[in-house]
């Protein structure tokens, strides 16, 4: 498994690999920008199958109007919610020809947080309401779209559980996720060595919570 989503986040970085740019850029290519998103999907997978790797982390599903946003920002397809969908659902449609396993991150929405996991724990206050119409709405859809597999936010959402971060609530991954929007396929952590989750928790105690809460894979 990898994260090769394009843009500032690849792993594979060798010049014998495809550099492609950010999910963003998709959207520059108007009434084609589906079709865009599903052939970087693909081509992407193709390369990833090639060298033996069968899981992407991709595509980003975050709702980011912001470009400036510390963590997400260009990762985005859009700040558009329906466009969002569209172009991620499409994106993992052309990864699944080509055998490799689409991961859509970071549920429920890591696109209108205002710091960055990797630092600090960010906290979107944001009502279930507004969650629910604006930050689900593509994970809904790449849902009945059949994807296999999702990746959880280190973010705090108070409306949706005060107390913990999503990786590590079961309201939020197992009452919403698994119950609410029906998701089937596999649970992912985000990486739990993060400081939003390491901080408060340490390593340990967080995959024992992060499992318990519903996700598969810590």
Do not use: W
């Not at 990864?95 to 996991?117: E, I, Q, T, W, Y």
């Not at 999702?150 to 309201?171: C, G, I, N, Q």
């Not at 009452?175 to 029906?182: A, D, H, P, S, V």
């Amino acid at each position: 498994a990898i994260d090769q989503e394009g843009g500032r986040v690849r792993r594979l970085k060798d010049p014998r690999f495809t550099q492609f740019p950010p999910a963003r850029s998709c959207s520059l290519f108007c009434c084609h920008a589906e079709r865009a998103a599903e052939s970087a999907g693909a081509f992407m997978a193709a390369e990833l199958s090639a060298v033996g790797i069968d899981i992407n982390f991709a595509p980003v599903l975050d709702v980011d109007e912001d470009p400036k946003n510390p963590s997400v920002g260009d990762r985005s397809f859009s700040g558009d919610p329906d466009t969002a969908a569209r172009l991620g659902i499409a994106f993992l449609r052309g990864s699944l020809s080509r055998n490799v396993l689409p991961v859509g991150k970071h549920f429920p929405g890591h696109g209108h947080a205002d710091a960055d996991s990797h630092e600090v724990l960010p906290v979107v206050r944001a009502s279930r309401a507004t969650l629910l119409r604006r930050d689900v709405v593509p994970f809904r859809r790449a849902i009945r779209a059949g994807i296999p597999a999702l990746m959880s936010a280190h973010v705090l959402f108070p409306s949706l559980d005060p107390r913990y971060p999503a990786t590590l609530s079961e309201k939020i991954l197992r009452g919403l996720l698994r119950e609410k929007l029906r998701f089937r396929g596999v649970l992912f952590s985000d990486a739990l060595e993060m400081k939003a989750i390491a901080n408060d928790h340490g390593m340990g105690r967080a995959a024992v919570l992060a499992l318990r809460a519903g996700c598969d894979v810590a």
